[in-house]
């Protein structure tokens, strides 16, 4: 059982750590290297989308904004679950 659970621990905390390296690397392509660059108005969603039309994501700029929004949420998720696993993998010892 030892064996099983820190084979998955660190199967898991390696996994959620490349998916968070991932993330974190199309986060920053969509912030800065997009067509419409968003890095200064990254907090402003009322200016880029509007206030009345929140579901309207007809302009690009708009639709980077939500899609950068999105992945800081997944990001941060992946970034906890690769903490949690991987101090558990490094602290779980066998019983003697």
Do not use: H, R
């Not at 030892?2 to 998955?8: C, E, G, R, V, W």
């Not at 660190?10 to 968070?20: A, D, E, Q, R, W």
């Not at 912030?31 to 302009?59: H, K, M, Q, R, W």
Request: glycine share 6%.
């Amino acid at each position: 059982m030892y064996i099983f659970l820190k084979i998955l621990l660190g199967f898991l905390g390696f996994l959620s750590s490349v998916t968070f390296l991932l993330i974190s690397s199309l986060t920053v392509k969509f912030i800065f290297f997009t067509d419409p660059v968003i890095g200064n108005e990254i907090l402003n969603y009322e200016g880029i989308c509007g206030i009345n039309d929140a579901t309207s994501l007809a302009n690009k700029k708009c639709q980077n904004l939500m899609t950068i929004y999105w992945l800081f949420v997944v990001g941060f998720v992946f970034l906890i679950i690769s903490l949690i696993s991987i101090y558990t993998f490094f602290k779980m010892n066998k019983k003697k």
